[in-house]
Nanobody, 124 residues
Framework: QLRESGGGSVQAGGSLRLNCTGS????????LGWFRQAPGQEREGLAT???????NVADFLKGLFTISRDNDKNTLYLQMNTLKPEAAVLYFC????????????????????WGQGTQVTVSS
């Protein structure tokens, strides 16, 4: 199981850091990543990191979002800067098979494990 935290409400232009904790075996083996889903919208892959630390970030988020991990703490992070207005979007972390670590795949279903999400609201 994975568990997200760190969501909240901020003003546009602000920053948030999301956290995702899980078991050591998931962090040792699986690809980890983040996706988000706005009400009534399809999920959107954001960023991934494999067990070796190689990161992928969606093109439209490069320079804005950064993914990182602390294996000693079994924690995955998503640093989000210069946030744009959005209402009650749920951000999820998920684990996928090691060979399936593209950002695009996180827009799909079929995750091995995922959390309940953490909500982010960015006001204008």
């Amino acid at each position: 199981q994975l568990r997200e935290s760190g969501g909240g409400s901020v003003q546009a232009g602000g920053s948030l850091r999301l956290n995702c904790t899980g078991s050591a075996d998931i962090f040792a083996i699986y690809c980890l990543g983040w996706f988000r889903q706005a009400p009534g919208q399809e999920r959107e892959g954001l960023a991934t990191m494999d067990s070796g630390g190689f990161a992928n970030v969606a093109d439209f988020l490069k320079g804005l979002f950064t993914i990182s991990r602390d294996n000693d703490k079994n924690t995955l992070y998503l640093q989000m800067n210069t946030l744009k207005p959005e209402a009650a979007v749920l951000y999820f972390c998920a684990a996928r098979a090691p060979y399936d670590c593209s950002v695009w795949s996180y827009s799909l279903g079929g995750n091995y494990s995922w959390g309940q999400g953490t909500q982010v609201t960015v006001s204008s």
